[in-house]
């Protein structure tokens, strides 16, 4: 069994920066694809980016594309998502999931943290 636990939300004025991290526990995080995620409120979930289990490659979606990168510390059992620039737009819950190789559905996922843009 592993948990994620996703910490390092707040509250940031536009065009700051925070920095996500999404800690496993229980096992290592080392053998699974890691995605963010992003609920706003009244929206439906939606995918921020992906990291695979080595760290050699991400994906990032074109809204969060050049403010947003994602990376990994496999030794900290660790997956960080950097935002800079961030915009009122990017107020969401943020979510981390893992997922093993072979697999379509995902394993375990976080309880979220919050990240509000204030005025």
């Known amino acids: 069994q592993v948990q994620l636990v996703e910490s390092g939300g707040g509250l940031v004025q536009p065009g700051g920066s925070l920095r996500l991290s999404c800690t496993a526990s229980?096992?290592?995080?080392?053998?699974?694809?890691v995605d963010w995620f992003r609920q706003a409120p009244g929206k439906d979930r939606e995918l921020v980016g992906r990291i695979i289990r080595s760290g050699d490659s991400t994906l990032h979606v074109d809204s969060v594309k050049g403010r947003f990168t994602i990376s990994r510390d496999n030794a900290k059992n660790t997956v960080y998502l950097q935002m800079n620039s961030l915009e009122r737009a990017d107020t969401a819950v943020y979510y981390c999931?893992?997922?093993?190789?072979?697999?379509?559905?995902?394993?375990?996922w976080g309880q979220g943290t919050q990240v509000t843009g204030s005025s």
């Open positions: 999931a893992s997922r093993a190789l072979g697999r379509t559905a995902y394993d375990y």
């Open positions: 229980g096992r290592t995080l080392s053998i699974y694809d």
